[in-house]
């Protein structure tokens, strides 16, 4: 965006100054295009008034040479008139020219804008002059004359030393001409008076002085406008263009590239690591960093679309088949340029627009979508938003746009898992496990939604919704006097930090009179490795209410032991990852033993998940795990279908 070449008010030098006040300088095209703008505007007007006035002398002369019969034929009446009728066919043709351009309907005639006005310019002076010396030889006042020149400077509003040149070319031929061509009847020369040269000159003076005051009026607006528009489309940090700017031209660019057969892709870029660098450097050192890479894309891809949007993200919307070449070789100029830092890098992400009609910003969401899921993978340096992605992307759309509807329509249910006693291969309770039942995609499971609300940090909503669906439910078995089976809930980390999870549990057991000894809380062993005092701390909460808290998925994260150190839990359920191939492997008996044995001297019960074959029952039950969980026994399914299996005596209750 730079404008180096109009003028700069704030360094004046001599000759600066002196280009300033006479005009020789370059301007920005958005800055000729008001001007021109300007000159045509006024000539809409201006031709409008010469028309009516044109016809008006016209009728007059009708009068004069028809009526009277002083002219025989249309011909020599044309001969009398005819510059009149120039004029105004000439002033009817800027007119409709002036319309048009003014309703944008001119795109490639709006730089003939000048050439026509000068040839009016021209034409009004040549009938001013003939008019005036005819009036000037009869000792009459050069009004005409006069008047055109005011006209038509009005409608020329140029550079000042167009102007300047103009005005002297125009005003001093007229004397030339008046001095040399003026004869009276007797064909004595005519001479201007100098009481009528000394009016002459300072009309012209003053003339002059008008013009270069419009023009510079003009010029100023413009230029204000200019530098308006351009900080609006513009970076200020690093001087690339803006979102604003790239929405501007995405959509013509995107049509003309297809209309080319080529392929627009929107590319985004992130700098990994750009915090670190930061931190090492500091606010100003990053800012040195992104303008480097600003100008690295810039060239990278030369006169395509670009901005940067936020922090360390910039945006380019390409056409050009070696996009891949051209990223790759931004990244190796990037590193080149920051060589001692190692750990920088940049990854990008890309979205395909399939028409011109896509709005930039949905596009670059997809694209920084696509780059978030390949955030840790090393090999990946462009990642595309492709179909697979879509339909992610869309369901992760739809989740965050329906939570708040499928929890008040109650799409969102607790499915119950039984849970069965090791040594008696009884009913002894369920864990309630999320399901979204919804109307447009079906049934959705907790992998589907559950991290994706996690994080967007909304998942405690769902769980408020879960517990009391559960706790409902007990109390709607206890009215009906039916066998309430303990459950346990699901607790995430975020529950925690984005409710008073206690409270709200405890509000619901009060709400709905339940005890709490049919409740237990799990926690998932990978949540206790952060926040660990603020998590501590609702353990103990928990426990003073009188809830157990069962540690969840032990074994399958990197703290199980810490964890075992530092928090009290009534079970540790173990994760189903050790009966995953578990027949023919000796050491996974080994483990599970040993983990049972650890939890009673611990003083903690066991349940063992993921049970799924007689074969891990046996063992499991001979090595004195407590309680058992699987497919083995029963997949997660719905209160009713729970309540009918304990009815029809499928399910024995201990
Ligand atoms: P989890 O708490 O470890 O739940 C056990 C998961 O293992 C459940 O998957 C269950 O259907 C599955 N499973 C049970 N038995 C077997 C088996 O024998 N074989 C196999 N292959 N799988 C079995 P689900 O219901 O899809 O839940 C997945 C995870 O989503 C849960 O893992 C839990 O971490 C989370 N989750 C589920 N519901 C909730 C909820 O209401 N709130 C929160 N915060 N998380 C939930
Ligand atoms: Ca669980
Ligand atoms: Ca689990």
Redesign the pocket.
């Known amino acids: 965006m730079g404008n180096r070449n109009s003028y700069n008010s704030e360094k004046r030098s001599i000759w600066g100054w002196i280009q300033y006040v006479t005009g020789f300088y370059k301007n920005p095209p958005y800055i000729e295009d008001r001007l021109r703008e300007a000159d045509v505007r006024s000539a809409m007007y201006l031709t409008v008034s010469i028309i009516g006035m044109e016809i008006w002398l016209l009728i007059r002369y009708v009068n004069k040479y028809v009526v009277t019969g002083m002219c025989e034929t249309v011909g020599e009446f044309f001969h009398y008139t005819y510059s009149y009728w120039i004029l105004l066919l000439a002033s009817l043709i800027l007119f409709i020219y002036s319309v048009l351009y003014m309703r944008g309907k001119l795109n490639y005639m709006k730089r003939f804008s000048r050439p026509i006005i000068f040839l009016f310019f021209s034409l009004g002076i040549y009938f001013g002059i003939s008019t005036s010396l005819n009036d000037f030889s009869k000792g009459r006042m050069i009004t005409c004359f006069l008047s055109m020149i005011m006209y038509v400077t009005f409608i020329f509003v140029v550079r000042p030393y167009i102007s300047l040149l103009l005005m002297a070319v125009s005003g001093v031929g007229f004397i030339l001409i008046c001095n040399n061509f003026a004869f009276d009847r007797e064909g004595n020369r005519v001479v201007m008076g100098s009481g009528d040269l000394v009016n002459y000159i300072t009309f012209f003076l003053s003339l002059t002085v008008l013009t270069l005051t419009i023009y510079f009026q003009r010029y100023g607006d413009a230029q204000k406008a200019y530098k308006l528009e351009t900080a609006a489309i513009t970076d200020a940090l690093t001087g690339a263009p803006n979102m604003t700017d790239l929405s501007n031209k995405s959509e013509e660019y995107i049509r003309k590239s297809l209309a080319e057969n080529t392929n627009p892709v929107f590319l985004i870029f992130n700098i990994v690591n750009f915090q670190t660098y930061n931190d090492r450097f500091g606010y100003s050192g990053g800012n040195k960093l992104l303008k480097n890479m600003s100008v690295i894309i810039r060239n990278g891809f030369y006169g395509d679309p670009f901005a940067r949007q936020l922090a360390d993200k910039f945006i380019v919307l390409t056409n050009k088949e070696d996009y891949v070449e051209r990223v790759e070789r931004i990244r190796e100029n990037f590193k080149n340029a920051f060589a001692s830092e190692t750990y920088l890098d940049i990854k990008v992400g890309s979205y395909r627009p399939a028409n011109s009609e896509v709005e930039p910003r949905h596009a670059v969401d997809r694209a920084r979508y696509a780059m978030g899921l390949m955030k840790n993978r090393e090999d990946v340096l462009i990642a595309e938003y492709d179909d697979a992605l879509r339909r992610n992307y869309e369901l992760r759309q739809h989740i965050l746009n329906n939570l708040d509807t499928a929890i008040k329509e109650g799409y969102i249910k607790a499915y119950y ?1 039984p849970v069965v006693d090791a040594r008696t291969g009884l009913l002894c309770g369920c ?4 399901r979204w039942i919804d109307p447009e995609l079906g049934f959705l ?3 589907q939604f ?1 991290p994706i609300l996690e994080e967007s940090r909304q ?1 405690h909503k ?2 408020r919704k ?1 517990y009391e669906n559960v706790i409902s439910n007990m109390r709607e078995s206890l009215n009906n006097n039916v066998p309430v089976l303990p459950a346990s809930l ?3 980390r975020l529950d925690f930090e984005l409710m008073d999870a206690v409270e709200e549990l405890e509000k619901l057991v009060n709400k709905y009179n339940i005890s709490k000894k049919l409740l237990h809380v ?1 926690i ?1 062993e990978s949540a206790l490795t952060e926040n660990e005092e603020g998590l501590q701390k609702a353990v103990d909460t928990l426990h003073e209410k009188g809830y157990e808290v069962w540690l ?2 032990f074994g399958s994260g990197y703290s199980s032991m810490n964890v075992l150190k530092d928090f009290d839990f009534d079970m540790l359920k173990i994760d ?1 990852v050790f009966l995953k191939n578990f027949s023919g492997n000796q050491n996974s008996r080994r483990i599970i033993k040993a983990i049972i044995n650890l939890a009673n001297e611990l003083g903690m019960q066991t349940l063992t ?4 074959t007689g074969e891990a029952v046996d063992f499991l039950r001979e090595a004195g795990c407590d309680r058992l ?3 083995f026994y029963g ?2 399914q719905t209160y009713e279908e729970i309540l009918e299996k304990i009815n029809d005596g499928t399910y024995k209750l201990a």
Not at 431 to 434: G, Q, S
Not at 609 to 612: A, D, H, P, R, S
């Open positions: 898992q864990e309630a496990l999320a499971s907790p992998g559950i998942i769902l769980d879960v699901n607790f995430s799990e998932t969840d998925d189903m998940e993921g049970v799924e969980q699987g497919y997949k997660p």
